[in-house]
Nanobody
């Protein structure tokens, strides 16, 4: 059972940058991975996805500002956050595709933009 541990969140001013990471306890090779986030009082939403061929997809709200990447040799997933806005404040989670939907949720990492 692969476990995911997020880190690298923090407190940043608007316009700043952060790079959360997600360490997997096992191989993520040939696995679709994604980042989600949940803001206070809101439902969890998908932010970015990377497929098994390295293709990526981003939510409209973060397109052009966020970048997802996956170092399969190190089993670490990254999310580069640039030009951060106050509305990006949320707990960020990574997840792996389990066949029908995403799972193996970690505890998340807090990103605060203020």
């Amino acid at each position: 059972h692969v476990q995911l541990v997020e880190s690298g969140g923090g407190f940043v001013q608007p316009g700043g940058s952060l790079r959360p990471s997600c360490a997997a306890s096992g191989s993520t090779f040939n696995t679709c991975m994604a980042w989600f986030r949940q803001a206070p009082g809101k439902e969890r939403e998908g932010v970015a996805l990377i497929d098994t061929r390295g293709g990526t997809a981003l939510a409209d709200s973060v397109s052009g500002r966020f970048t997802i990447s996956n170092d399969v040799a190190k089993n670490i997933l990254y999310l580069q956050l640039n030009s951060l806005k106050t509305e990006d404040t949320a707990i960020y989670y990574c997840a792996r595709f389990l066949g029908t939907w995403f799972g193996s949720w970690g505890k998340g990492t807090q990103v605060t933009v203020s």
